[in-house]
């Protein structure tokens, strides 16, 4: 397991930000992907952004595009997620993980879910 990571969540009116932050983890060589992940009211956990070593790749689900910033620090290994223009829809419990980059650009995650860290966006 990841281990509580992730920091950063809050709640939050419609329209503000957040910026999530993942405690270095993992080998910044093996974990050619690092991502996000959030499980909402379908309790599956969507890939919501994830980017690779160097910044070379980069995805993004759709519904966060233009207001979600992934970013990476390999010098210390650690991940954050800048969220701007919070909306409703962006309710839920967000992970950090080591992923993989499928062959049609989204991510998987790896290992296992830690606690995560709670976001949630009123209207």
């Known amino acids: 397991a990841q281990g509580q990571l992730e920091s950063g969540g809050g709640s939050v009116q419609a329209g503000g930000s957040l910026r999530l932050s993942c405690e270095p983890f993992?080998?910044?060589?093996?974990?050619?992907?690092k991502g996000w992940f959030r499980r909402g009211p379908g309790n599956e956990h969507e890939g919501v952004a994830g980017?690779?070593?160097?910044?070379?790749?980069?995805y993004y689900t759709d519904s966060v595009k233009g207001r979600f910033t992934v970013f990476r620090v390999d010098a210390n290994n650690s991940l954050y997620l800048q969220m701007d223009d919070l909306k409703p829809d962006d309710t839920g419990t967000y992970y950090c993980?080591?992923?993989?980059?499928?062959?049609?650009?989204?991510?998987?995650?790896?290992?296992?879910w830690g606690q995560g860290t709670q976001v949630t966006v009123s209207s």
């Open positions: 993992g080998d910044i060589y093996k974990d050619y992907c």
């Open positions: 980017v690779s070593l160097g910044g070379e790749r980069i």
């Open positions: 993980m080591a992923c993989y980059f499928r062959s049609d650009g989204r991510i998987d995650p790896t290992g296992n």
